[in-house]
Every structure is written in structure tokens, then in C-alpha cells.
């Protein structure tokens, strides 16, 4: 699980270099504004190794044992900007998440995927394991079971936070099964089992925004669950989800809404991934130059789209049943391209009304050299000439966003099938044979 413990020491050997010349320029007022304050703040990650820094975050076997700082960069984030720094990651034990509370995180996210890499690498599930399969369960129903306790602990670790913001804040995130990414009514009954199970005020059901999930959403929060909603990765599918939430809101007979909230992931990174590749095949200077920009574009672009559709009449008649705003969730905001800013997904993307969920490498680089400055719309001008720029060129976004939902979904899939392959192993090596 990740701690927060002082550096070993000062001294430490660590190599850093600058960013190369290949780091975005522009949308980049927003990316490289850092870079000019001071020569640490440019410094960027060499593949896995760490940051040198006040902080080192790592997944250990053993009780958290960071020291509590009284004021970070992700204290300022939430209390200058109005932005929540959330943790993209979850494992045992489950109590190393205080010292990230302690210095500043207010929110965790989990998916398959992380899940199948905590409980597959870790001896801390293994009693809870053994009980279970000896109690008969099946192997989906244990691994339901591993991940329901750890929701229930952090969510029990974050509710100071959810209860001072008055249900805005302080939530945990868990994904139903993302063998229904295309089950409208499999996915509606997964959420209300999952949330019955859990049974925690401050927990998230995560549904992806696949076009059969869409309705989905409505229908769960209409019932008054709380939503996050996952793997968005074009402007159209994004202004798809907020109208679910919308339209939720307003079938839902509540008289008060105000315990019915929603986040929608809009992921990032993953966008320049494939969007840099086609720019590298078309090869021509006017492509090269857009490299590391895409992403920062669309999400900027998104943001003037959750500003224009939560304001207006129809929103405002929500506000008056005590209605919150779905908001803004930047997700996949760990920089895949060693040469790019070690905080180029969330460095641009500050402004209020927002979450950034960070995974190690990108919350320890914030921590060490990340800026706190309202960047989301300080130039919405240059993300829609990159934006336009692209299509030109010929990227289709809406194929890039229906290829990035696809290869999340079976992502997902195949981490959920290769987690019950392990456990199923695990218990024929305990003889512990189940069907």
C-alpha cells in the first residue's frame, strides 16, 4: 500500500535530468509554466526510478509509517484552487492510506486492474482468502469479498472528509464488473448489489461510459446511488454522460438531491498514447509539432463543456432540490512518455470543481516540484486551435475515443479474468478446490 515517509536523506544518488526538447510546447502555457520558476521544476521521472524529494511513496507489506506534514502542494490544490487530489490506487493494508490523508488526499480510485495487482502480489489477503473458500464461496464470490472489505476500510478512513464537505468530498471508488461494459440492466442490478454490500455513505460505483451503460447511469442515479463514471475519452461521449446525470436527477422523485453525486472520469494520457502514434506516422513538421498536446486539448475543451451544460434553467431548477455538480474527474494522468513533464496531466488541468486522481508517479512529482495556479482555462483559445489543428490532419476523435473505450473495457477484462486465474490457482495449492 502507498506511505508517505521522509526521503532517507538528501544526499540520496538519484539521477535527474531535464526534460528534452521533444516536451510539449504549448497547451503548454499550461504545461511549461513550471519549468521556468526554477530549475527543479523541471525535472522529470527516468523511467520507474523516484523523484528525490520530502516524500517517497511506495507499496510496502507493513503498517503506514509516514510522518504527518502540516501543509503540501495538495493541501494548496484543494484550498487555493478548489481541486481534489485523489489517490488512483488501493492495496493492504488498507491504514498506509492516513499518512496521504494527512498530507492532502482527499478521495481513492481503484479498478480491476489495480486490484488484480494488489491481491495477486500481496500475502495480505491470503488468511481472509483461506477462509472464505473454505467457507465454500467460489472464486468470483471471494474476490467480491476481498475488494468489499477494502472499500469499506478506506471508505471508513475518508469520512471525516466526505462529513466536513457535506457529501462532496471524500469518496472511494469501486468498479462493478467489467464483463457488463455491454449489459444495460446487468450493470443497473450490479450497482445496486454492490452498493447494498458495501454499504458505506461515501463509496462511488464505478459504470463505464460504454453506449450501453449510458442509460445505466441514469437509471442508477435516479435510484439515488452515487456515481463515478469511468473511461470517457471523446467530448460527445462526455456530454452523453452528464445528460445521464441530468436526467437522473430529474427521474428520481427525490426532494432532496443533495446526497446524490457523481464524478465523471475523463482520462487523459492515454489520449497522446495513441494520438502521438498516428502524428509519428503522418510525420510531416505540422504533426510532429502537435506531439504531447492532444489530450491537454480535448480535456481543456471538456471542461468549457461541464461549464456550459451546469448552468442554465434546467440546471438551476436542480440546484433548488439541493442538486451537486457531476464533476470533472481527470483520470490516466501518469506520463507515459519519459521525455514529456513528469506533471503534464495534471499541471494544465487545475481549476475549480475538479478531481485529478493520481497514481504513484504522477502524485509524488506534484508533491515534490508541482505548481498550484489555476491552468484549465487560462488558454481555451490555443486548446481549440489544437483541437482543430488535429482533425485537420485527419484524426477522427471520435474513432480515437470509441478505439481508447474499447481497449479499456478489455484492459479491465482481462485483469478481472487473470485475478480469478490466480485465485483459483491459489486455492488448488492450498487444496482448497472450489467450483
Known amino acids: ?89 488501493l492495496c493492504r493494508p488498507v491504514t498506509d492510506l492516513k499518512p496521504l490523508i494527512a498530507n492532502g488526499v482527499r478521495g481513492v480510485t481503484s479498478n480491476p486492474t489495480i486490484f488484480q495487482k494488489a491481491i495477486s502480489s500481496s500475502s495480505a489477503y491470503d488468511e481472509q482468502f483461506r477462509k472464505l473458500v473454505e467457507a465454500g464461496k467460489n472464486i468470483e464470490s471471494v474476490y467480491w469479498e476481498l475488494v468489499i472489505k477494502d472499500i469499506q476500510d478506506a ?110 472520469s475523463f482520462f487523459v494520457s492515454r489520449v497522446d498514447t495513441i494520438i502521438d502514434k498516428m502524428l509519428e506516422k503522418i510525420g510531416t513538421p505540422e504533426a510532429l509539432a502537435l506531439r504531447g498536446k492532444a489530450a491537454v486539448a480535448q480535456a481543456v475543451l471538456a471542461y468549457q463543456l461541464y461549464k456550459k451544460k451546469f448552468s442554465g434553467p434546467r440546471w438551476e431548477a436542480l440546484v433548488k432540490k439541493g442538486a451537486k455538480k457531476q464533476r470533472l474527474l481527470w483520470a490516466s494522468t501518469s506520463v507515459k512518455n519519459p521525455a514529456y513533464s513528469d506533471t503534464l496531466y495534471v499541471a494544465p488541468l487545475i481549476g475549480p470543481d475538479t478531481v485529478s486522481t493520481m497514481p504513484d508517479q504522477a502524485l509524488q512529482a506534484f508533491l515534490d516540484h508541482g505548481v498550484v495556479s489555476r491552468t484549465i482555462d487560462s488558454n481555451v483559445a490555443e486548446g481549440e486551435a489544437v483541437y482543430g489543428d488535429l482533425e485537420k490532419l485527419g484524426i477522427d476523435w471520435n474513432e480515437v475515443g470509441s478505439q481508447l473505450q474499447v481497449e479499456g473495457v478489455d484492459s479491465f477484462m482481462k485483469s478481472f479474468d487473470s485475478l480469478l486465474n490466480t485465485l483459483q490457482d491459489k486455492a488448488n495449492s492450498l487444496k482448497l478446490v472450489t467450483l
Open 155 to 264: 471508505c471508513e478512513l475518508f469520512y471525516p472528509i466526505y462529513d466536513q464537505t457535506n457529501s462532496a468530498d471524500g469518496y472511494v471508488s469501486v468498479e462493478v464488473s467489467p464483463k457488463l461494459a455491454h449489459e444495460t440492466d446487468g450493470t443497473v442490478e450490479a450497482a445496486k448489489r454492490l452498493h447494498k454490500l458495501v454499504d458505506r455513505r461515501n463509496v462511488y460505483i464505478k459504470i463505464p461510459a460504454t453506449a450501453d451503460c449510458i442509460p445505466s447511469i441514469k437509471e442508477v442515479i435516479s435510484l439515488g446511488i452515487s456515481v463515478n463514471v469511468t473511461l470517457i475519452f471523446s467530448l460527445p461521449r462526455y456530454e452523453a454522460v452528464i445528460d445521464a446525470y441530468l436526467d437522473g436527477l430529474e427521474s428520481s422523485g427525490l426532494s432532496d438531491l443533495s446526497q446524490v453525486t457523481s464524478v465523471a
Open 1 to 89: 500500500m502507498a506511505c508517505i515517509s521522509h526521503a532517507a536523506s538528501p544526499s540520496s544518488n538519484l539521477r535527474l535530468r531535464s526534460s528534452d526538447s521533444r516536451a510539449p510546447a504549448s497547451l503548454p502555457s499550461a504545461v511549461n509554466f513550471q519549468r521556468s520558476s526554477s530549475s527543479l521544476r523541471s525535472l522529470s521521472l527516468l523511467g520507474n526510478r523516484e523523484v528525490r524529494s520530502r516524500f517517497s511513496i511506495r507499496c510496502s507489506q507493513s503498517n503506514g509509517n509516514g510522518a504527518q506534514i502540516k501543509k503540501t502542494t495538495l493541501h494548496d490544490l484543494y484550498e487555493q484552487q478548489g481541486q481534489s487530489p485523489w489517490y488512483d490506487n
